[in-house]
Protein backbone atom coordinates (compact mmCIF):
# COMPACT_ATOMS: atom_id res chain seq x y z
CA UNK A 1 0.00 0.00 0.00
CA UNK A 2 2.55 2.40 0.90
CA UNK A 3 4.91 1.70 -1.66
CA UNK A 4 2.05 2.34 -4.69
CA UNK A 5 0.55 5.47 -2.77
CA UNK A 6 1.49 8.92 -5.08
CA UNK A 7 1.99 12.47 -4.30
CA UNK A 8 -0.59 15.17 -5.84
CA UNK A 9 -1.90 18.46 -5.32
CA UNK A 10 -4.75 18.61 -3.20
CA UNK A 11 -8.46 19.78 -4.05
CA UNK A 12 -11.17 21.18 -2.47
CA UNK A 13 -12.68 17.09 -1.95
CA UNK A 14 -9.04 16.63 -0.07
CA UNK A 15 -10.65 18.65 2.92
CA UNK A 16 -12.32 16.15 4.89
CA UNK A 17 -9.16 14.09 4.90
CA UNK A 18 -7.34 16.67 5.66
CA UNK A 19 -9.39 17.01 8.42
CA UNK A 20 -9.18 14.25 9.89
CA UNK A 21 -5.61 13.59 9.11
CA UNK A 22 -4.99 16.82 11.46
CA UNK A 23 -6.65 15.44 14.28
CA UNK A 24 -5.01 12.45 14.05
CA UNK A 25 -1.38 13.73 14.11
CA UNK A 26 -2.67 16.92 16.42
CA UNK A 27 -0.60 15.62 19.95
CA UNK A 28 2.52 16.16 19.29
CA UNK A 29 2.18 13.90 16.69
CA UNK A 30 -0.30 11.17 17.75
CA UNK A 31 -3.66 11.12 17.48
CA UNK A 32 -5.94 14.16 19.40
CA UNK A 33 -9.03 12.81 18.84
CA UNK A 34 -9.74 13.05 22.20
CA UNK A 35 -8.77 16.00 23.07
CA UNK A 36 -11.50 18.25 20.86
CA UNK A 37 -15.28 18.39 21.59
CA UNK A 38 -15.09 19.28 17.40
CA UNK A 39 -12.63 17.22 15.08
CA UNK A 40 -12.28 19.96 12.84
CA UNK A 41 -10.50 22.20 15.27
CA UNK A 42 -7.19 21.92 14.80
CA UNK A 43 -7.36 21.45 10.79
CA UNK A 44 -9.51 24.96 10.51
CA UNK A 45 -5.93 26.10 11.84
CA UNK A 46 -3.14 24.36 10.65
CA UNK A 47 -4.21 21.96 7.49
CA UNK A 48 -7.40 23.12 5.48
CA UNK A 49 -6.74 27.17 5.39
CA UNK A 50 -3.63 26.34 3.13
CA UNK A 51 -5.47 24.54 0.65
CA UNK A 52 -7.89 26.95 0.54
CA UNK A 53 -6.14 29.93 -0.23
CA UNK A 54 -2.86 28.94 -1.63
CA UNK A 55 -3.92 25.65 -3.34
CA UNK A 56 -0.56 25.65 -5.50
CA UNK A 57 1.26 24.89 -2.26
CA UNK A 58 -0.97 21.80 -1.01
CA UNK A 59 0.05 17.95 -1.27
CA UNK A 60 -1.08 14.81 -0.42
CA UNK A 61 -0.21 11.75 -0.35
CA UNK A 62 -2.94 9.42 -2.21
CA UNK A 63 -2.68 5.08 -1.12
CA UNK A 64 -5.73 5.13 -3.32
CA UNK A 65 -8.45 5.24 -1.41
CA UNK A 66 -7.84 9.33 -0.62
CA UNK A 67 -5.05 11.22 1.45
CA UNK A 68 -2.77 9.79 3.97
CA UNK A 69 -0.72 12.35 4.67
CA UNK A 70 -0.15 15.75 3.49
CA UNK A 71 2.16 19.00 2.90
CA UNK A 72 0.87 22.53 3.31
CA UNK A 73 2.75 25.84 2.95
CA UNK A 74 2.64 29.79 2.69
CA UNK A 75 4.85 30.85 0.59
CA UNK A 76 4.45 34.05 2.12
CA UNK A 77 3.39 34.20 5.92
CA UNK A 78 2.64 37.28 6.34
CA UNK A 79 0.57 37.76 3.14
CA UNK A 80 -1.36 34.71 4.31
CA UNK A 81 -2.25 36.09 7.42
CA UNK A 82 -3.75 39.29 6.06
CA UNK A 83 -5.57 37.07 3.38
CA UNK A 84 -6.91 34.46 6.34
CA UNK A 85 -8.41 37.68 7.73
CA UNK A 86 -10.30 38.62 4.85
CA UNK A 87 -11.00 34.62 2.93
CA UNK A 88 -10.83 32.26 5.84
CA UNK A 89 -11.18 33.39 9.65
CA UNK A 90 -14.57 34.89 9.20
CA UNK A 91 -16.27 31.89 8.32
CA UNK A 92 -14.87 29.59 10.45
CA UNK A 93 -15.11 32.29 13.11
CA UNK A 94 -19.10 31.80 12.39
CA UNK A 95 -18.98 28.22 12.36
CA UNK A 96 -16.89 28.10 16.10
CA UNK A 97 -19.37 31.00 17.48
CA UNK A 98 -21.58 28.74 19.17
CA UNK A 99 -19.38 26.38 20.70
CA UNK A 100 -18.60 25.89 24.14
CA UNK A 101 -15.52 24.67 24.99
CA UNK A 102 -15.15 21.44 27.05
CA UNK A 103 -11.49 20.69 26.61
CA UNK A 104 -7.75 22.78 27.35
CA UNK A 105 -7.52 21.95 23.77
CA UNK A 106 -10.44 23.21 22.38
CA UNK A 107 -9.97 26.51 24.39
CA UNK A 108 -6.21 27.06 22.70
CA UNK A 109 -7.50 26.48 19.10
CA UNK A 110 -10.64 28.79 19.52
CA UNK A 111 -8.65 31.20 20.97
CA UNK A 112 -6.16 31.22 18.20
CA UNK A 113 -9.18 31.20 15.82
CA UNK A 114 -9.92 34.40 17.70
CA UNK A 115 -6.32 35.89 17.42
CA UNK A 116 -4.25 34.36 15.36
CA UNK A 117 -0.43 34.00 16.12
CA UNK A 118 1.90 36.66 14.71
CA UNK A 119 5.35 35.53 13.68
CA UNK A 120 8.51 37.71 14.83
CA UNK A 121 9.10 40.07 11.28
CA UNK A 122 12.85 39.71 12.13
CA UNK A 123 12.25 35.73 11.20
CA UNK A 124 9.96 36.26 8.28
CA UNK A 125 12.87 38.52 6.22
CA UNK A 126 14.83 35.63 5.93
CA UNK A 127 12.34 32.58 6.24
CA UNK A 128 9.01 34.53 4.80
CA UNK A 129 7.55 31.00 4.01
CA UNK A 130 6.06 28.57 6.44
CA UNK A 131 4.87 24.48 6.48
CA UNK A 132 3.31 21.73 7.98
CA UNK A 133 3.39 17.97 7.33
CA UNK A 134 1.62 15.33 8.86
CA UNK A 135 1.14 11.92 7.71
CA UNK A 136 -0.94 9.30 9.53
CA UNK A 137 1.30 6.07 11.14
CA UNK A 138 1.01 3.50 8.68
CA UNK A 139 2.73 6.11 6.38
CA UNK A 140 5.66 7.18 8.52
CA UNK A 141 8.90 5.72 8.29
CA UNK A 142 8.59 4.97 4.51
CA UNK A 143 10.67 8.07 3.12
CA UNK A 144 7.09 9.95 2.53
CA UNK A 145 8.07 12.23 4.89
CA UNK A 146 11.02 13.12 3.12
CA UNK A 147 9.50 13.37 -0.32
CA UNK A 148 6.48 15.55 0.43
CA UNK A 149 9.03 17.84 2.00
CA UNK A 150 11.37 18.18 -1.40
CA UNK A 151 7.83 18.42 -3.69
CA UNK A 152 7.09 21.21 -1.15
CA UNK A 153 10.82 22.61 -1.43
CA UNK A 154 10.75 22.64 -5.09
CA UNK A 155 7.03 24.60 -5.41
CA UNK A 156 8.51 27.46 -2.94
CA UNK A 157 11.54 27.72 -5.13
CA UNK A 158 9.93 27.70 -8.47
CA UNK A 159 8.01 30.77 -6.99
CA UNK A 160 11.51 31.92 -6.15
CA UNK A 161 11.01 32.15 -2.39
CA UNK A 162 14.32 32.77 -0.42
CA UNK A 163 13.64 30.74 3.09
CA UNK A 164 11.35 29.24 4.92
CA UNK A 165 10.43 28.18 8.54
CA UNK A 166 8.69 25.50 10.55
CA UNK A 167 7.27 25.14 14.28
CA UNK A 168 8.17 22.19 16.28
CA UNK A 169 6.05 22.14 19.65
CA UNK A 170 8.38 21.19 22.38
CA UNK A 171 6.60 18.55 23.15
CA UNK A 172 7.17 17.17 19.57
CA UNK A 173 11.07 17.40 19.90
CA UNK A 174 11.04 13.62 18.96
CA UNK A 175 10.66 14.72 15.23
CA UNK A 176 13.81 17.34 14.89
CA UNK A 177 16.01 14.76 13.63
CA UNK A 178 13.61 14.14 10.80
CA UNK A 179 13.95 18.14 9.62
CA UNK A 180 17.84 18.28 10.25
CA UNK A 181 18.14 15.39 7.78
CA UNK A 182 16.40 17.40 5.60
CA UNK A 183 18.53 20.55 5.76
CA UNK A 184 16.49 22.88 8.52
CA UNK A 185 18.53 24.52 11.18
CA UNK A 186 16.95 25.81 14.35
CA UNK A 187 16.73 29.43 13.90
CA UNK A 188 14.52 30.54 16.94
CA UNK A 189 12.89 28.85 20.46
CA UNK A 190 10.49 31.71 21.74
CA UNK A 191 8.30 28.55 22.79
CA UNK A 192 7.80 26.16 20.17
CA UNK A 193 11.10 25.91 18.27
CA UNK A 194 11.65 27.22 14.92
CA UNK A 195 13.99 25.58 12.49
CA UNK A 196 14.31 27.09 8.82
CA UNK A 197 15.99 26.62 5.69
CA UNK A 198 17.26 28.74 2.81
CA UNK A 199 16.47 28.17 -0.29
C1 LIG B 1 7.46 13.71 11.09
C2 LIG B 1 7.07 13.01 9.80
C3 LIG B 1 6.45 14.00 8.81
C4 LIG B 1 8.33 12.40 9.15
O1 LIG B 1 7.98 11.72 7.96
P1 LIG B 1 8.43 10.19 7.75
O2 LIG B 1 7.85 9.72 6.48
O3 LIG B 1 8.12 9.44 8.98
O4 LIG B 1 10.01 10.36 7.62
P2 LIG B 1 10.93 9.74 6.47
O5 LIG B 1 10.75 8.26 6.47
O6 LIG B 1 10.67 10.45 5.18
O7 LIG B 1 12.36 10.13 7.00
C5 LIG B 1 13.27 10.93 6.25
C6 LIG B 1 14.64 10.83 6.86
O8 LIG B 1 14.60 11.38 8.19
C7 LIG B 1 15.05 10.39 9.12
N1 LIG B 1 14.24 10.54 10.32
C8 LIG B 1 12.90 10.44 10.43
N2 LIG B 1 12.52 10.69 11.69
C9 LIG B 1 13.66 10.97 12.38
C10 LIG B 1 13.95 11.31 13.72
N3 LIG B 1 12.96 11.45 14.61
N4 LIG B 1 15.22 11.55 14.09
C11 LIG B 1 16.25 11.43 13.19
N5 LIG B 1 16.02 11.10 11.87
C12 LIG B 1 14.75 10.88 11.50
C13 LIG B 1 14.82 9.05 8.45
O9 LIG B 1 15.67 8.06 8.96
C14 LIG B 1 15.12 9.40 7.00
O10 LIG B 1 16.51 9.42 6.78
P3 LIG B 1 17.11 9.02 5.34
O11 LIG B 1 16.31 9.74 4.30
O12 LIG B 1 18.54 9.46 5.40
O13 LIG B 1 16.93 7.53 5.23
C15 LIG B 1 6.05 11.85 10.06
O14 LIG B 1 6.67 10.85 10.85
C16 LIG B 1 4.79 12.32 10.75
O15 LIG B 1 3.85 12.76 10.08
N6 LIG B 1 4.72 12.21 12.10
C17 LIG B 1 3.52 12.55 12.86
C18 LIG B 1 3.10 14.00 12.75
C19 LIG B 1 4.20 14.98 13.09
O16 LIG B 1 4.86 14.85 14.11
N7 LIG B 1 4.36 15.97 12.21
C20 LIG B 1 5.35 17.00 12.39
C21 LIG B 1 4.81 18.13 13.16
S1 LIG B 1 6.06 19.39 13.45
Redesign the pocket.
Known sequence: MADTAVIRPATEADRPALYEICLR?AD???DASHLYSEPRLPGFIWAVPYQAVVPDFAFVLDAGAGPV?YVVAAPDTAAFADRLEREWWPDVRRLVGGLTPHTANDERVLALIRRPETKDPAMLADYPAHL??????L???????????ETELAALRAKGVPGLH????AG?A?????????GFREIARPASIYMGMRL
Open positions: TNGSGHINLLPFQSSGWGRRLVLGVSNKVIGFYEKL
